[in-house]
């Protein structure tokens, strides 16, 4: 990235051109977890969709729902992190596709939702190329440096509340 910065004249300094600060999007940590997430999200959904006929989100809810059978789509959200008009939609959709079961939960309100034998088969299928692709991108590191990016990661988002309200006036006098 540092290169591609140089290359389009931004300067390498910690200031613009008003004075303000610009980011050095080299060591920014949100910049570069948000591109290696898509650019690992984008190649997935190409390889499981031709492969599998599922994208990278409907991988995220059959992986969640192999861990957690039974769980309702808040669930699924609060784990992945997406919003519930996108799960819900997804979700819908597995549920015609015949990848998921849908059924009233016992409070009436939430639904528990469960893979369907073709939803375990995909599941199983793509885990192995999730597990390869998972291998080969950590391959640059020895097993030491991946149980150590495995746990600051793991920090990392425990630690996500602190800065939940950050700059949305909530945290201001």
Known sequence: ????RQARGTPSGRTGKGGGKILD???????LI???GNKLSNSATV????RFGVNVTQWRILSQLAIEPGISASRICQVIGFDKGPVSRTLAVMQDEGL????PGQDGRTHAISLTSKGWTTHDHVIKVAL????RLLSCLSRQERDTLIGLLQRVHGNLDAVKGVGDGADED
Do not use: C, H, N, W
Request: avoid cysteine; proline fraction near 4%; charged fraction near 35%.
């Open 34 to 36: 948000t591109f290696i």
């Open 132 to 135: 390869e692709r998972e291998r």
């Open 100 to 103: 998921v079961s849908i059924k």
């Open 1 to 4: 990235m540092g290169r591609a």
């Open 47 to 50: 390889t499981y969709q031709k």
């Open 25 to 31: 999007l080299d060591r920014y940590v949100p910049a």
